[in-house]
């Protein structure tokens, strides 16, 4: 069996409110690495579960994820998109892991605890598992490389231990890879427009927190227009953004937006108040999202039935990829 070199493999849950966070961590990255790894871009409708999804909006919340890649830039024709659900490798392949993963591993993910909060016996055990999962996901294709957002390296160490974990308990020389988190970018982590302090995330109670993908030009300008930030202007260096946390993260969006760094930004904007650099940030964010959102609201009012056979077709050509793997994982699990 061939070893891929730089096979990608990532995903997205599909929980709804996609945002500047989801789209500058991860999906825009995505679009990056086509030309040169094989991708394979999945919508984590699995993972979505771990927490109560009402079934016709995870339907909806799915294809939303799908559109979303194609209107970023994803060829669903050269590389692989589909729905996780559609490929039993990836819950049968978590079950052997489960069986080689460690309690106590599970037990510093991070991510659990704020996801359980405080009231943790009452976490379903899929959140739990869940790194578990995504391990699978990626060692279903023996996938090299992981692009994802800062928030995800833990979940990607752990992948690496099961791996690891997988070839020394079976003897398996090198069989699965040990995937390579891609952390890229100046927004590896897009803080909260309300709070700089706080990841930008899906689940926030205010809207003003988060740009999304389904927000209009009038929204964008609004939300940045009430982003927290200082009274002071803008340093003249990256040294000077310590400790403004809200300054460090506009100036973070339109350093990843304007494929630019923040010290080029700042060369720009430096000594300049939010008055000036919101209105172009709120300028630049427009342009670069609003034809993706347009495309995506496009495809959600009248191409679903694309959608759903684009997602079939990913997931046939998934399958086929995952087969033979999970073939060589049974035999050396002893399974007959
Ligand atoms: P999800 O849906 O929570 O997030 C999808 C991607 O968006 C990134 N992200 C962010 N990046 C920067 N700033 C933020 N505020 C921000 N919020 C989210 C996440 O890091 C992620 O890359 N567990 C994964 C989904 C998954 C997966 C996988 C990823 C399941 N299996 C296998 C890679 C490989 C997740 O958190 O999705």
Known sequence: ????????????????????????????????????????????????????????ELASNTREV????????????????????????????????????????????TQFKDKAGK????????????????????????????????????????????????NNDFNAADFFPLPEPLIMGEATRVMSLRDGTKKMSKSDPSDYSRITLKDDADAIAKKIRKAQTDPDPLPETVEGLAGRAGADNLVGIYAALADMTKADVLKDFGGKQFGEFKPA?????????????????RMMDDDQAYIDAMLEKGAERARAIAAPVWAEVRKYVGFI
């Not at 500047?20 to 030309?35: E, H, K, S």
């Not at 729905?83 to 490798?89: C, F, I, R």
């Not at 940030?281 to 609201?297: D, F, G, N, Q, R």
């Open 1 to 56: 069996m061939t070893k891929p070199q730089n096979r990608v493999f990532s995903g997205v849950q599909p929980t709804g409110n996609l945002h500047l966070g989801n789209y500058l961590g991860a999906i825009r990255n995505f679009v990056g690495l086509q030309d040169t790894h094989e991708c394979i871009y999945c919508v984590v409708d699995l993972h979505a579960i771990t927490v109560w999804q009402d079934p016709k």
């Open 66 to 109: 799908a559109a979303a890649y194609i209107a970023s830039g994803i060829d669903p024709e050269t590389h692989i998109i589909f729905n996780q659900s559609k490929v039993a490798a990836h819950a049968e392949l978590a079950w052997i892991l489960n069986c080689v993963a460690r309690i106590g591993w599970l037990n510093r993910m």
């Open 119 to 166: 009231d943790r016996e009452k976490a379903s055990v899929g959140l739990y598992a869940y790194p578990v999962l995504m391990a699978a996901d990626i060692l279903a294709y023996r996938a090299t490389h992981v692009p994802v957002g800062e928030d995800q390296k833990q979940h990607l160490e752990l992948a690496r231990d099961v791996a690891q974990k997988f």
């Open 281 to 297: 940030l709120a300028e630049l964010a427009v342009a670069k999202l609003s034809p993706i959102t347009s495309e995506m609201k």
